[in-house]
């Protein structure tokens, strides 16, 4: 870049800088709507995370294909057997919390997985295809991939 052309390019700058000016002051109303609305909306996200992200109802149980749901408010013990009506997983609904309480998987990851009570969570059982999640009613894994 010669010294000619560094030159026009500072002029060409500073006009788009005095233009910029000249719009930011001709448009302050605009820009006082901008951040009101900007404020609005992050509002509206941080209040939705408030009420969604931490108060699931529905404790999401998937095993094998089949999927079923049982409200997180309601205790409940729910026993999974496999084809056989071999006993395998003990899950417990208790106070808003979901556990494994038994397993007879090899690792036992699933039990030391603990208690989940947050939307989004699970306890997965690797060996017997088990996964315990936490849901919105309504709010389904796959409607969650589609948002992201
Ligand atoms: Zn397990």
Redesign the pocket.
Same mark, same amino acid.
């Given at each position: 870049m010669n010294a000619r052309a560094f030159i026009t390019l500072v002029q060409e700058l500073t006009v788009i800088k005095v233009k910029f000016k000249q719009t930011i002051k001709n448009n302050r109303a605009n820009i006082t709507i901008l951040i009101i609305l900007i404020f609005l909306i992050v509002a509206f996200f941080l209040a939705r995370n408030f009420f969604w992200s931490d108060t699931p109802d529905t404790v999401v149980i998937q095993h094998n294909d089949s999927i079923k749901e049982y409200p997180l408010s309601e205790d409940n013990d729910i026993a999974i057997m496999d084809i056989l009506n071999n006993y395998h997983?003990l899950v417990i609904i208790k106070d808003g919390k979901v556990w !494994?309480e038994k397993?007879d998987?090899p690792?036992?990851?699933? !039990?030391k997985q603990g208690k989940i009570s947050k939307e989004g969570q699970s306890i997965v059982?690797?060996?017997?295809k088990?996964i315990v999640s936490l849901r919105k009613k309504g709010h389904s894994p796959e409607m969650d991939a589609v948002a992201k």
């Open positions: 997983n !494994m397993a998987c690792d036992k990851l699933c !039990m059982c690797l060996p017997h088990i």
